[in-house]
C-alpha cells in the first residue's frame, strides 16, 4: 500500500514541476502534541495522508539552499529553493527535479559542493486545497508541521498568506508555535551547543 501511495506522490510531485521556478507560501511550526494535531489535520483533508520516509542531503549553495530529498534507493528528487528565514508567513520560490538514483547525485553533489548538513525524517503528508500540510517527525530534533500554500502562476503572495492564516486557524497553529530556521539549521545549531 505504502508503495502506492509514494508513486501518487512521485506523479503529483511530477504534475507540480514546471519549466520556471514554482511558488508557495510557508509556515513552518514547532508541534507539541503531534496526536492532537494529526486528528485536526485530517478533520479537514479530504483523504487520507501519504507517509513519507525522507532523507535530505543539503549541500553548499550560495545563491539559496539545494538538498537531494531521497525516498528509496531508487527514487529521490533534487530540490533548489529560495526563502528567508522570518516567523510566520513567507514566500519560498523553489524547482524540484525528479532524479534516480539519488545516491550517485548525492556523491557527485558532495564532491563538487561539499555537505552542508543532513536531516532524515518521517512526513504525514495530508492535502487540504490547494495546501501541503507536512506532520513531521525529525530525527535527533523534534515533532514539526510544514505549510505549503502552493501559488498559481503570477498569484499575488498576499493570497496565499490569506489562505496559509486561514488554515492556521483552523489547525489551532498559534504564532507562538512558529520557527523560523529550516531543519539543517535547528540540528547545526543543536551540534553547535552539545
Known sequence: MSHILL???????????????ARSIEIKAHVCDLVALTKRVAEVAPTRPVEIH??????????GRLK??????????LIFYRRTDQHGPKESFYIRT???PPD?????LTLAYGLAGRVVKRRTLYFVGRSRVHLDKVVD?????????VLQGDEPS?????????????????????????????????????
Not at 525522507?54 to 545563491?63: E, G, K, L, N, V
Not at 550517485?104 to 557527485?108: K, V, Y
Open 7 to 21: 508513486r501518487v506522490y512521485f506523479r503529483q510531485a511530477r504534475n507540480w514541476l514546471t519549466f520556471c521556478m
Open 54 to 63: 525522507q532523507d535530505d542531503t543539503f549541500f553548499r549553495c550560495a545563491s
Open 68 to 77: 537531494l530529498r531521497t525516498f528509496s534507493g531508487t527514487d529521490g528528487e
Open 98 to 100: 525528479p532524479t534516480q
Open 104 to 108: 550517485l547525485l548525492r556523491q557527485s
Open 141 to 149: 530534533l523534534d515533532d514539526f508541521m510544514e505549510l505549503e500554500v
Open 158 to 194: 498576499e493570497a496565499g498568506v490569506a489562505d496559509a492564516h486561514t488554515l492556521m486557524a483552523q489547525l489551532g497553529i498559534k504564532p507562538s508555535y512558529l520557527i523560523d530556521a529550516a531543519y539543517v539549521d535547528l540540528l547545526a545549531q543543536r551540534a553547535a551547543v552539545a
